[in-house]
């Protein structure tokens, strides 16, 4: 079994070498030749006519992202090529953060076709590599050129970045190319997590678990960041997209810290090494996760801090082997192969983020290729630390069994923990109301009367929670001062009466007290339909927060 799994690995590992030894001409990904492209800012009722008869007014020295964020034109260099019905072109750019894109034609017989995009943005447009393309309508005449008007964009890369002009065989061989790459890999992914969870059921070592979750958060960023969630969900936003590749694989590389901390052996990662790891891993998934529910605010410092958990990511490798060296770890030389490629990626990728090289389609996509290698060597180490542990295989179990016996109720106020809450929770039939509740200014509290006092403002809050619901309401506490109730729409929980006792409620050394509440209604039938009114109850926290404390924010999830 595991002879035939290295074959497998072994074979694609080779497709993907060749795929990337090939030359450039051969690498179909990249469609087409490319087209310089000048910008001009918009300023404000500027008639796209004129424009595009008049490119010595655009910019084409200064640096793109030199210009700052906002809304622009861009030009194309002139094209000079009829679209025809036996051979149409198309132009294709890179996917980035705009609210908006607008595309005029301009034709040698002065007529002017255009083309823009609705709240979806770019969606429609999206092909496998996460490439715009945009058809220029067949004319009767040659294309002088393009011109582009482009909404919002945050201009963190550029405005308009990889212009080509391609035909529509250029664009179809490039889709399958592409689809090939992301097929085979999506494959590969799908028997590994397969295999090694079956492995799991056996062996029950925690390092395969968090293998599976690496490549599973692996796929999950593939398919988004390919572009194919925009061909299977069409009404997705484009920026919606954008922000979940950040949620993705900020939890990807945080997936793989976890999962390198796991397979070595604990000494590895003693002291120092394993709290900054954790920290990394930390920062990694929480900036993402902070793009995903905030961006654009304040996304150009937002995506700098992502880029330097990235750089901390690849720094945390070099130490870690070192120490591997040193103490002689079974399992250094495969880690430093797995690693080899994600490193140079992550270097790669963090310089094209800071300008200090040139956007470039595959450095764009060189995440994914890295991750791929990395996920097929770390395969081949899993194997190898499987065969390494059959010995004590009995010992695994029994850790694992213990792990299990985790208590149902938070020891502190006597409430469900997170984990029974979800049990619990997740599968109930019928309309939910969720209410996420979060003392305000806890820390304030802990700095005045000292922790033993904040534990007891919490124990106080949890009992008024307890007598001021209706049976069969299940109340937790799932964080620090955070809070939920969960209870049938039918039989609803006023947040605003929660409020009011809870200001009525006389606290340790008669200290106010007072909580924000995020409210959300739907299904709860299963884990994906829990995150997502996790999620919409905890932005509409966000804004009771925001909006002053001390209040309520509701939202409605809407079916799919």
Not at 77 to 91: G, K, W
Not at 329 to 352: D, M, V
Not at 532 to 556: P, Q, W
């Amino acid at each position: 079994m595991a002879g035939g799994l290295i074959r497998l690995i072994l074979a694609f590992a080779g497709g993907i070498a060749l795929l990337c030894g090939a030359p450039a001409h051969a690498q179909k990904g990249v469609a087409g030749r490319p087209l310089g492209v000048c910008v001009l800012r918009d300023t404000g009722g500027m008639d796209p006519a004129a424009l595009v008869r008049d490119p010595a007014r655009f910019d084409c020295t200064t640096p793109q992202h030199k210009l700052g964020p906002g809304s622009y034109w861009a030009i194309s260099e002139d094209i000079d090529q009829r679209s025809r019905s036996r051979s149409p072109l198309n132009v294709r750019v890179a996917s980035l953060w705009q609210q908006g894109l607008t595309l005029h034609v301009l034709y040698a017989d002065g007529s002017i076709a255009t083309q823009t995009t609705d709240a979806r943005g770019v969606t429609p447009l999206i092909q496998l590599g996460a490439i715009v393309e945009q058809p220029l309508p067949r004319g009767p005449t040659n294309v002088v050129r393009l011109l582009w008007h482009v909404e919002g964009a945050t201009n963190l890369r550029g405005i308009l970045l990889g212009a080509r002009l391609s035909t529509a065989k250029e664009s179809e061989h490039a889709n399958l190319a592409m689809a090939a790459l992301y097929a085979g890999f999506a494959g590969l992914a799908i028997a590994l997590i397969i295999y090694n969870l079956a492995l799991w059921g056996a062996l029950r070592h925690r390092f395969q678990l968090y293998y599976c979750l690496m490549v599973a958060l692996l796929l999950g960023y593939t398919f988004s960041s390919s572009g194919a969630l925009a061909w299977a969900w069409p009404e997705i936003a484009n920026n919606s997209r954008l922000r979940l590749n950040f949620l993705l694989l900020g939890s990807t590389g945080t997936a793989a810290l976890i999962f390198a901390r796991s397979f070595f052996e604990p000494r590895v990662f003693a002291g120092w090494l394993g709290r900054y790891a954790t920290v990394v891993g930390c920062a990694m998934s929480g900036i993402g996760l902070f793009y995903f529910c905030t961006a654009p605010f304040a996304i150009k410092w937002v995506d700098l801090a992502f880029t330097c958990s990235f750089v901390a990511l690849s720094a945390a490798v070099v130490p870690m082997l070192w120490r591997a060296w040193r103490l002689r770890s079974n399992y250094l030389w495969l880690f430093a192969i797995a690693w080899g490629a994600p490193i140079l990626t992550a270097a790669l990728r963090a310089l094209s983020n800071l300008h200090v090289i040139p956007w470039s389609f595959w450095i764009d996509n060189s995440t994914i290729l890295a991750m791929m290698v990395e996920a097929i060597v770390s395969s081949l180490a899993v194997a190898y630390r499987i065969k390494l542990l059959r010995d004590e295989r009995d010992d695994a179990i029994e850790r694992e069994v213990m792990m299990r016996r985790l208590a149902d109720t938070d020891p502190l106020t006597g409430l469900l923990n997170r984990r029974a809450f979800l049990q619990q929770a997740i599968g109930r039939t019928g309309e939910q109301l969720l209410l996420i509740i979060d003392l305000d200014h806890f820390k304030r509290v802990n700095e005045t009367l000292g922790h033993d006092g904040g534990d007891e403002v919490l124990r106080v809050f949890a009992r008024m929670l307890r007598t001021s619901v209706p049976q069969g309401t299940l109340v937790a506490r799932i964080g620090g001062e955070e809070f939920a109730i969960l209870t049938p729409a039918d039989l609803p929980v006023e947040p605003e009466a929660v409020l009011v006792r809870l200001r009525q409620m006389r606290m340790p050394f008669d200290i106010k007290v007072t909580a924000s509440i995020g409210a959300c209604q739907g299904l709860l039938g299963s884990e994906v339909d829990w995150k997502a009114l996790y999620r919409i109850a905890d932005a509409a926290l966000f804004d009771a927060k925001s909006a002053g404390r001390d209040r309520v924010r509701s939202a409605m999830r809407h079916a799919a």
